[in-house]
């Protein structure tokens, strides 16, 4: 990377954990709260990096940007969340320059979720560049990838059905209970935690269950209360979780605590109950699992897709993968330009001290100099001149021979 002239650092990396390798308690430790994402980029900055974009969700933790070495951006990340470098490189992926592009793009348009075409991931990008962008840590390397990324996303959402018969974790949820838990419409349904995937959960529910008996709890009340409002549905305080669990048939856990909010003594252990924990970290304390009546799913499961609908999108995979090349072809080819950048704004400023030496001169020798029209003239030629050569390095048959001879012929200085 570094002859592309983007970044003071010679590689570009990303470095992160998923589902892949990483199971969700292992994930719980490495992710990263809105909060502990602002404070890691301001560290960067202040370490001097110069590029780097984060990324946390319930299925990985993803950081890309420009170091000397991948260990700063591990340190970073190992920093601001619970987890320990021992711990990350057991489960960990490291990509360096092409590899760490070529994941992105994965990683963006789908290909690489857990549940295959799932596009939630692309939004948290966006969300991500946004952050970093705000923190002053978006070169432009950075920008033209992630606007490509998501030109790639939008492009296969639109022109394949890799996302077709859509479904998400909200949506993987609901499908269980259909499956799993006779007379759905009858039963009393809790839904603790109305966060993004509480809320994508909530839509699911009220659409395919038919249940108007479906309560919500969230600690902070208004958040529920704006959702129920939507829907029609009943809403109780925090302090009141204890009791609503122990009417529930169904109890639905996406909350966005660090440790487990639900244990075994919150429990009425002679009733049946079905719980779905769709947290990372975890927040259904494992002793639940000892309850003979109890049911407890984590999301891990409901992820692993294998029915009909996942099959299906598979077909789509080379269309999609062939999209992603067209884009890359043109990023790359955008990020050959920045190869030769230095050389046309040093040869710009060459020509310009030339104009200003000349213009001086001719200023002393003649009365009636047109300075002004003089200006207009020069500016053009150094305009069209520029350009030609600009033209003659995007050729792809220019080579660094040509640069080398541009910055010999008009004695360029190669730091420029």
Same mark, same amino acid.
């Given at each position: 990377?570094?002859?592309?002239?983007?970044?003071?650092?010679?590689?570009?990396?990303?470095?992160?954990?998923?589902?892949?390798?990483?199971?969700?308690?292992? $994930?719980?430790?490495? #992710?990263?709260?809105? /909060?502990?994402?602002?404070?890691?980029?301001?560290?960067?900055?202040?370490?001097?990096? !110069?590029?780097?974009?984060?990324?946390?969700?319930?299925?990985?933790?993803?950081?890309?940007?420009?170091?000397?070495?991948?260990?700063?951006?591990?340190?970073?990340?190992?920093?601001?969340?619970?987890?320990?470098?021992?711990?990350?490189? @057991?489960?960990?992926?490291?990509?360096? %320059?092409?590899?760490?592009?070529?994941?992105?793009?994965?990683?963006? /348009?789908?290909?690489?979720?857990?549940?295959?075409?799932?596009?939630?991931?692309?939004? +948290?990008?966006? +969300?991500?560049?946004?952050?970093?962008?705000?923190?002053?840590?978006?070169?432009?390397?950075?920008?033209?990838? =992630?606007?490509?990324?998501?030109?790639?996303?939008?492009?296969?959402?639109?022109?394949?059905? =890799?996302?077709?018969?859509?479904?998400?974790?909200?949506?993987?949820?609901?499908?269980?209970?259909?499956?799993?838990?006779?007379?759905?419409?009858?039963?009393?349904?809790?839904?603790?935690?109305?966060?993004?995937?509480?809320?994508?959960?909530?839509? %699911?529910?009220?659409?395919?269950?038919?249940?108007?008996?479906?309560?919500?709890?969230?600690?902070?009340?208004?958040?529920?209360?704006? *959702?129920?409002?939507?829907?029609?549905?009943?809403?109780?305080?925090?302090?009141?979780?204890?009791?609503? *669990? $122990?009417?529930?048939?169904?109890?639905?856990?996406?909350?966005?605590?660090?440790?487990?909010?639900?244990?075994?003594?919150?429990?009425?252990?002679?009733?049946?109950?079905?719980?779905?924990?769709? #947290?990372?970290?975890?927040?259904? !304390?494992? %002793?639940?699992?000892?309850?003979?009546?109890?049911?407890?799913?984590?999301?891990?499961?409901?992820?692993?897709? /294998?029915?009909?609908?996942?099959?299906?999108?598979?077909?789509?995979?080379?269309?999609?993968?062939?999209?992603?090349?067209?884009?890359?072809?043109?990023?790359?080819?955008?990020?050959?330009? $920045?190869?030769?950048?230095?050389? =046309?704004?040093?040869?710009?400023? @060459?020509?310009?001290?030339?104009?200003?030496?000349?213009? !001086?001169? +001719?200023?002393?020798?003649?009365?009636?100099?047109?300075?002004?029209?003089?200006?207009?003239? #020069?500016? $053009?030629?150094?305009?069209?001149?520029?350009?030609?050569?600009?033209?003659?390095?995007?050729?792809?048959?220019?080579?660094?021979?040509? =640069?080398?001879?541009?910055?010999?012929?008009?004695?360029?200085?190669? !730091?420029?």
């Amino acid at each position: 990377m570094e002859r592309y002239n983007i970044s003071k650092y010679k590689n570009f990396y990303a470095v992160g954990l998923s589902y892949k390798k990483a199971d969700a308690k292992t $994930r719980g430790l490495f #992710s990263l709260t809105d /909060t502990g994402k602002s404070s890691l980029l301001l560290q960067a900055k202040n370490e001097g990096l !110069d590029g780097l974009v984060v990324t946390s969700t319930c299925n990985r933790t993803e950081l890309y940007g420009f170091a000397q070495h991948p260990f700063q951006i591990i340190k970073l990340l190992c920093e601001h969340s619970r987890g320990t470098v021992e711990e990350f490189e @057991k489960v960990a992926y490291v990509y360096k %320059n092409d590899e760490a592009i070529n994941h992105l793009f994965k990683v963006g /348009t789908g290909l690489d979720s857990q549940i295959l075409g799932d596009f939630e991931i692309i939004s +948290q990008l966006k +969300q991500s560049f946004v952050s970093a962008k705000d923190t002053g840590l978006v070169n432009p390397f950075l920008e033209r990838l =992630i606007n490509s990324v998501i030109q790639a996303s939008k492009k296969i959402k639109n022109e394949t059905e =890799i996302s077709s018969g859509a479904t998400s974790v909200a949506f993987a949820s609901v499908q269980y209970i259909l499956s799993h838990v006779p007379n759905v419409s009858e039963k009393n349904i809790l839904l603790f935690g109305t966060g993004k995937i509480g809320r994508n959960t909530c839509e %699911n529910l009220v659409k395919h269950t038919k249940n108007n008996q479906i309560t919500l709890i969230n600690r902070t009340k208004d958040k529920a209360e704006k *959702i129920a409002g939507k829907f029609d549905l009943v809403v109780k305080e925090y302090a009141d979780l204890p009791s609503e *669990i $122990r009417k529930a048939d169904i109890l639905i856990v996406a909350t966005g605590a660090q440790k487990p909010t639900v244990s075994k003594e919150l429990i009425f252990p002679n009733k049946e109950l079905t719980i779905l924990d769709l #947290s990372i970290p975890k927040n259904v !304390d494992d %002793n639940v699992a000892e309850l003979e009546n109890v049911t407890v799913v984590h999301l891990d499961l409901l992820s692993k897709m /294998t029915d009909e609908t996942l099959e299906n999108r598979k077909q789509y995979i080379p269309q999609a993968e062939a999209i992603i090349e067209e884009i890359k072809k043109d990023f790359s080819s955008w990020l050959e330009t $920045r190869k030769f950048a230095p050389t =046309i704004k040093a040869l710009n400023h @060459k020509l310009r001290s030339i104009k200003d030496a000349e213009i !001086d001169y +001719q200023r002393k020798k003649f009365v009636d100099f047109n300075e002004q029209q003089a200006e207009v003239l #020069s500016n $053009r030629l150094i305009q069209k001149i520029t350009t030609h050569f600009a033209n003659h390095l995007k050729d792809g048959s220019a080579s660094d021979d040509s =640069i080398e001879l541009i910055q010999k012929v008009f004695q360029l200085e190669k !730091d420029f």
